[in-house]
């Protein structure tokens, strides 16, 4: 049996991609502790995030595409850590994936591709929060040298349950 190899295009993310992008993120909403979000949003409601991350500077927003068909497969973004200034120089890294391209190395094009992006920029830190348990984002994460600063137990609540969440720190 062979298996076909689908070409991946990482490119930064436009206004285009809002529709499949907030369907990536709903899937999480509903299925998944993944995201404490617990309720499905609009693309009208996510077009904010989408603008919060230009094509430069340390916020950055990148989509991973299927090469022929350009279906979204992912997306990396780095966010603002906190609102205070003095935070300015830190980031929270995150991925999501559609749901048939997990285990492909989509992840880690994109990490690659965000990474890279980043070297260049006023950054110190780059932080990421994996709802526990998450043995894919917990290996992805460690691969990119990032190492395990904290857990917070049991801090938030979705389908029923409360669910802690790790915290990994890289140094840029």
Same mark, same amino acid.
């Given at each position: ?17 809002? @529709? ?45 595409? @299927? ?54 920029? @006023? ?40 669910? @802690? ?8």
């Amino acid at each position: 049996m062979t298996t076909e190899r689908t070409e991946v295009q990482v490119r930064s993310g436009t206004e285009g991609d809002l @529709d499949a992008l907030t369907a990536i993120y709903n899937h999480y909403v509903r299925e998944t502790p993944i995201t404490f979000d617990t309720a499905v949003f609009t693309a009208e409601e996510r077009r904010s995030w989408l603008l919060s991350h230009p094509e430069d500077g340390p916020h950055r927003l990148l989509v991973a595409a @299927d090469a022929d068909s350009q279906a979204t497969l992912g997306y990396a973004t780095s966010s603002p850590l906190r609102p205070k200034p003095a935070y300015a120089t830190s980031v929270e890294v995150t991925i999501y994936l559609a749901p048939d391209a997990a285990g492909r190395g989509i992840g880690t094009l994109l990490y690659k591709a965000l990474f890279e992006a980043l070297e260049g920029e @006023d950054l110190h830190r780059a932080y990421a929060g994996i709802a526990l348990p998450n043995e894919a984002s917990t290996r992805l994460h460690e691969r990119f040298g990032f190492r395990h600063i904290g857990t917070y137990r049991e801090v938030g609540r979705k389908f029923g349950r409360y669910w @802690d969440v790790a915290w990994y720190e890289k140094e840029l």
